[in-house]
């Protein structure tokens, strides 16, 4: 794996570069600055696989800098890991809505360094695969030979605006009691996922994702949600503000512009897909659960049918 650091403290770039080799990762180059690592990545002719930044910088800071790679054609998915020592999280919040997609706390722990970078070796794996199957999909005449994984969270092929799931959690744990209160979470479940997977192709089926995610852009009309797909034909939103739509009406949206492609959908002799929205789900004040318990009890809403579904309204992890 290709890595570049980046921070204006060259002892902690000399610490972590050590650190790095001695968890097996030697291939790192160490940068001074965000301007001098946005020139590396433009004119160095490498292709990092990693970037770990610190997130204040004189220049750019880390949502700076993250904004600044993300603008990037190659860069647009690369993993970019937040490197803080602030206890606040506000600037790591404007990483993550940036592009970021973990962090690392200083002091530097070779043991949370090691579980990361493992973390992004498993991103960089899957994402070699679903390199393969994108290019598959772009195959008419090999899209029997693709094999979807229907409990797999993916990276949908052309879906700019959904994040990775694994992105998503890891922006949860960063989130302290009073922002956790104030962000709530739901999801949007494929009813009829399970026998279109069944009946399609793999790129028919995932190309039916990327209809999905597409009408979910439309139906919310706002860009401050975060989208996820978290597998099993479930989508997860989250957001810190009122969606200023009910999810009866949300559901409806989606559901009618889906049928745009029954057409489509019946040329290849498959139902049009169908969505449920759960109820948006909230921590409860003070609550000791874990914070990605939200993200489980939206999936929960969305993949129970309504009359089946505790009477209480929003749901409180």
């Known amino acids: 794996?290709?890595?570049?650091?980046?921070?204006?403290?060259?002892?902690?770039l000399e610490l972590l570069a050590g650190m790095l080799r001695m968890i097996g990762y030697a291939q790192v180059t160490t940068m001074s600055s965000g301007q001098e690592a946005l020139h590396e990545l433009d004119f160095s002719g490498l292709l990092y696989d990693c970037i770990l930044s610190d997130m204040q910088m004189p220049d750019l800071d880390g949502a700076a800098l993250t904004a600044a790679i993300r603008q990037r054609t190659a860069y647009r998915q690369t993993p970019i890991l937040m490197i803080t020592a602030m206890s606040g999280k506000n600037t790591v919040d404007e990483a993550f809505a940036a592009g970021a997609t973990d962090y690392i706390t200083k002091p530097l722990d070779i043991i949370e360094l090691r579980a990361r970078i493992g973390m992004v070796d498993r991103l960089l794996a899957e994402r070699r695969r679903l390199a393969e199957f994108a290019r598959l999909v772009g195959q008419r005449a090999a899209a029997a030979e693709i094999k979807a994984e229907f409990e797999t969270p993916i990276m949908i092929p052309g879906f700019d605006r959904g994040i990775e799931f694994l992105a998503m959690e890891n922006y949860l744990l960063t989130l302290g009691v009073k922002r956790m209160y104030s962000t709530s979470a739901f999801a949007i479940h494929i009813k009829n996922a399970g026998i279109i997977f069944n009946k399609a192709s793999g790129s028919t089926y995932v190309q039916m994702l990327g209809d999905v995610a597409a009408q979910i852009v439309d139906a919310l009309k706002t860009e401050e949600v975060m989208i996820a797909y978290a597998g099993s034909g479930t989508f997860v939103c989250m957001t810190e503000r009122d969606l200023g739509q009910a999810t009866d009406d949300l559901e409806i949206l989606i559901n009618i512009?889906?049928?745009?492609?029954?057409?489509?959908?019946?040329?290849?002799?498959?139902?049009?897909?169908?969505?449920?929205?759960?109820?948006?789900?909230?921590?409860?004040?003070?609550?000791?659960?874990?914070?990605?318990?939200?993200?489980?009890?939206?999936?929960?809403?969305?993949?129970?049918?309504?009359?089946?579904?505790?009477?209480?309204?929003?749901?409180?992890?």
């Open 1 to 12: 794996m290709r890595i570049l650091a980046i921070d204006d403290d060259p002892v902690f």
């Open 257 to 317: 512009g889906l049928m745009d492609f029954e057409t489509i959908y019946a040329s290849d002799r498959l139902p049009v897909p169908q969505v449920r929205v759960g109820e948006p789900a909230r921590s409860a004040f003070l609550s000791p659960t874990k914070p990605t318990r939200i993200i489980e009890r939206a999936i929960q809403s969305a993949t129970t049918p309504p009359e089946k579904r505790p009477k209480s309204g929003q749901l409180v992890a």
